[in-house]
C-alpha cells in the first residue's frame, strides 16, 4: 500500500490525504446530525441556556411567564426582553443558579398540573 | 455570543438583524441561523412582524454580499493575475474563471442558504473572477430570501424548540458542506489520476 502511493505526485497524494480527511469530518457531521434528531425526538423541551427570553422559555416549556418572572424575583406582568445572561448578571447571579431556578420553578409548576408536558 | 445578538434584537429589532446579518455575509461567523430561528419564535409569539423581519434580514444579508463581491471586484483581479504569473498557473486561472462563468449563478444561489458557511468566499471570489455583477446579484437575492425565508419559517413552525432544531440543522449544514467538498476533492484526485496516470513520473512532484 505504502509503496503504490509513492508512485503518486506529489499533488496528487495531497488530493488524497484531503479526500480523507474531509470525508472522515463530513461522515463525523453527518453522525452529529442524526444524533442530534434524536436527541431532540426524546427532550421536547429546549435546554435552558443564556440567550433565551424569560419570554421564549416560557414558550418553549408552556408554563405561563409570570411563573418564571416570581422564581428569579423579577417584576411579573411587563414584558422583558433581555437574554437570561443579562438577567443574571444584573440581579449578580451566575447564569447556572438562574437556569436552576427557572427549572426547579417549571418542575413544580407541572408537579401542580399547570404545564404541559414532561420532558 | 448569541446571547448579545439576542440582546440587541431584543433592543432594536429587525434593523439589528439586519446589521447583523450584513455582517455575517462579509464573513464575521455569527451563529445567524439559531438567531433566524429564535427570531421567528419570536414573530409565532406575536413579539416581532413578520414583513419587517423578511424585508430587513434579506435586505441586510445582500448587503452584506454586495459587500463582499466589491471587496473581491476592486482588489482581486490584478492581484489573481500576479499570483497566476508568479506561480505560472495562467492556465488554471483561465479554467477557474470559466467554470465560475459557468456555474457562478447557480453556485452563488446554492451557497446562500443550502451551504451558507462557504458563501462568503463565494461573494469574494465571484468579485476576483468576476462574475457578471448582476448575475451575482440576481442569484444572491433569490437565495437570500430563501436563506432567510427558510430559517424564519422553520422558527416559527418549531417555535417551542429552536435550540434543539438549530443543532439538526448545523450539523445537517456543515455535513453538506462536506460532502461537497469530498466530491469535489474525489473528483479533482479522479481526473488527475486519468490525465497525468500515476505511473509514468513516479514521485514527480506535478
Known amino acids: 500500500m505504502i509503496r503504490r502511493l509513492g508512485v503518486l505526485t506529489r499533488w496528487q497524494r495531497f488530493l488524497l490525504a484531503a479526500f480523507l480527511l474531509v470525508g472522515i469530518a463530513t461522515g463525523i457531521f453527518g453522525a452529529r446530525a442524526v444524533v442530534s434528531a434524536i436527541y431532540w425526538s426524546q427532550h421536547r423541551d429546549d435546554p435552558?441556556?443564556?440567550?433565551?427570553?424569560?419570554?421564549?422559555?416560557?414558550?418553549?416549556?408552556?408554563?405561563p411567564p409570570q411563573v418564571l418572572q416570581q422564581a428569579i424575583g423579577l417584576p411579573t406582568g411587563v414584558r422583558d426582553r433581555r437574554p437570561l445572561s443579562e438577567i443574571a448578571a444584573?440581579?449578580?447571579?451566575?447564569?447556572?443558579?438562574?437556569?436552576?431556578?427557572?427549572e426547579a420553578a417549571i418542575a413544580a409548576e407541572r408537579a401542580a398540573g399547570g404545564g404541559g408536558a414532561p420532558p | 455570543?448569541?446571547?448579545?445578538?439576542?440582546?440587541?434584537?431584543?433592543?432594536?429589532?429587525?434593523?439589528?438583524?439586519?446589521?447583523?446579518?450584513?455582517?455575517?455575509?462579509?464573513?464575521?461567523?455569527?451563529?445567524?441561523?439559531?438567531?433566524?430561528?429564535?427570531?421567528?419564535?419570536?414573530?409565532?409569539?406575536?413579539?416581532?412582524?413578520?414583513?419587517?423581519?423578511?424585508?430587513?434580514?434579506?435586505?441586510?444579508a445582500v448587503a452584506g454580499d454586495q459587500?463582499?463581491?466589491?471587496?473581491g471586484r476592486l482588489g482581486g483581479p490584478p492581484l489573481a493575475e500576479r499570483l497566476a504569473?508568479?506561480?505560472?498557473?495562467?492556465?488554471?486561472?483561465?479554467?477557474?474563471?470559466?467554470?465560475?462563468?459557468?456555474?457562478?449563478?447557480?453556485?452563488?444561489?446554492?451557497?446562500?442558504?443550502?451551504?451558507?458557511?462557504t458563501g462568503p468566499y463565494v461573494n469574494l471570489v465571484s468579485g476576483l473572477a468576476p462574475l457578471a455583477w448582476i448575475r451575482f446579484?440576481?442569484?444572491?437575492?433569490?437565495?437570500?430570501?430563501?436563506?432567510?425565508?427558510?430559517?424564519?419559517?422553520?422558527g416559527m413552525l418549531f417555535s417551542d424548540s429552536v435550540q434543539n432544531l438549530a443543532a439538526v440543522l448545523g450539523n445537517l449544514t456543515w455535513f453538506l458542506?462536506?460532502?461537497?467538498?469530498?466530491?469535489?476533492?474525489?473528483?479533482?484526485?479522479?481526473?488527475?489520476?486519468?490525465?497525468?496516470?500515476?505511473?509514468?513520473?513516479?514521485?514527480?512532484?506535478?
Open chain 1, 48 to 63: 435552558i441556556v443564556g440567550w433565551m427570553t424569560i419570554g421564549y422559555v416560557a414558550h418553549s416549556h408552556d408554563v
Open chain 2, 85 to 117: 504569473r508568479r506561480f505560472r498557473a495562467e492556465a488554471t486561472l483561465a479554467r477557474a474563471r470559466g467554470f465560475i462563468d459557468r456555474w457562478g449563478g447557480t453556485g452563488v444561489f446554492f451557497t446562500r442558504w443550502l451551504l451558507s458557511p
Open chain 2, 1 to 60: 455570543m448569541t446571547e448579545q445578538l439576542m440582546a440587541a434584537v431584543g433592543d432594536w429589532g429587525a434593523l439589528a438583524l439586519a446589521v447583523i446579518l450584513a455582517i455575517n455575509c462579509v464573513g464575521v461567523p455569527f451563529p445567524s441561523s439559531l438567531l433566524m430561528l429564535a427570531v421567528g419564535s419570536l414573530v409565532a409569539q406575536g413579539e416581532m412582524d413578520l414583513a419587517a423581519v423578511l424585508a430587513f434580514g434579506v435586505a441586510g
Open chain 2, 67 to 71: 459587500a463582499g463581491y466589491f471587496i
Open chain 1, 90 to 102: 444584573a440581579e449578580g447571579r451566575s447564569l447556572g443558579e438562574v437556569v436552576a431556578m427557572l
Open chain 2, 177 to 206: 458542506v462536506g460532502l461537497a467538498a469530498t466530491l469535489a476533492l474525489g473528483y479533482a484526485l479522479v481526473r488527475s489520476l486519468r490525465h497525468h496516470g500515476a505511473d509514468r513520473r513516479p514521485g514527480a512532484a506535478r
Open chain 2, 137 to 154: 446579484t440576481v442569484a444572491g437575492v433569490a437565495g437570500e430570501v430563501v436563506w432567510v425565508g427558510l430559517y424564519v419559517s422553520l
